[in-house]
């Protein structure tokens, strides 16, 4: 390959790494985003659980109400391939503070330990969820924000990603997002 190519190529993928970095939003008003602990499964992971309910309490249902065995049990499922990091974070976003959009390798568990938080999808509909409330995360681009004017926003966050890879990837604002304001 000739040099005038190669250095043609070079330039290419550093102008468009640096375009790639203008369009991604940026995370404002974080004041914690301490790593609590991180660990590694080596080998794949394939769980599933059942576990057995009691029968429903009167005014109340359970499972999808059909009369079915499932009704009576709770179900969960992870299967991965290859290495996997788990890492949980503490999380605090001072008011007005938002996390700019992004994504993630994997799937993410969160609950709001205290305050409220907006969490919107990349058609830009919103969720709200308060001090409580748990929430997932995973490949979808997402952009989370306090709108309180007075208190804080703190959740907690446990990562389930593939062995090596970043938490969290910048993506840029999808089109709906001006005008929300969310950019």
């Given at each position: 390959?000739?040099?005038?190519?190669?250095?043609?190529?070079?330039?290419?993928?550093?102008?468009?790494?640096?375009?790639?970095?203008?369009?991604?939003?940026?995370?404002?008003?974080?004041?914690?985003?301490?790593?609590?602990?991180?660990?590694?499964?080596?080998?794949?992971?394939?769980?599933?659980?059942?576990?057995?309910?009691?029968?429903?309490?009167?005014?109340?249902?359970?499972?999808?109400?059909?009369?079915?065995?499932?009704?009576?049990?709770w179900?969960?499922?992870?299967?991965?391939?290859?290495?996997?990091?788990?890492?949980?974070?503490?999380?605090?976003?001072a008011?007005?503070?938002?996390?700019?959009?992004?994504?993630?390798?994997?799937?993410?568990?969160?609950?709001?330990?205290?305050?409220?938080?907006?969490?919107?999808d990349?058609?830009?509909?919103?969720?709200?969820?308060?001090?409580?409330?748990?929430?997932?995360?995973?490949?979808?681009?997402?952009?989370?924000?306090?709108?309180?004017?007075?208190n804080?926003?703190?959740f907690?966050?446990?990562?389930?990603?593939?062995?090596g890879?970043?938490?969290?990837?910048?993506?840029?604002?999808?089109?709906?997002?001006?005008?929300?304001?969310?950019?």
């Amino acid at each position: 390959m000739k040099i005038r190519t190669r250095v043609l190529i070079g330039a290419v993928a550093v102008a468009c790494g640096i375009a790639g970095i203008a369009k991604a939003t940026p995370v404002v008003g974080l004041l914690v985003g301490t790593i609590l602990s991180t660990g590694t499964i080596n080998d794949e992971i394939k769980v599933h659980v059942r576990v057995p309910l009691p029968p429903a309490v009167a005014g109340t249902t359970q499972g999808d109400g059909d009369g079915d065995q499932d009704d009576n049990e709770w179900r969960a499922e992870l299967y991965t391939s290859g290495p996997s990091d788990f890492i949980v974070q503490d999380v605090v976003y001072a008011p007005g503070g938002h996390t700019g959009w992004h994504s993630h390798p994997g799937i993410l568990l969160s609950s709001v330990v205290s305050g409220s938080i907006e969490w919107y999808d990349s058609r830009c509909r919103k969720h709200v969820y308060n001090a409580g409330d748990s929430l997932t995360e995973s490949t979808q681009t997402h952009y989370v924000r306090n709108v309180d004017t007075v208190n804080n926003a703190h959740f907690m966050v446990t990562y389930v990603i593939a062995h090596g890879e970043p938490r969290r990837i910048d993506q840029p604002a999808p089109a709906c997002a001006a005008a929300l304001g969310l950019n």
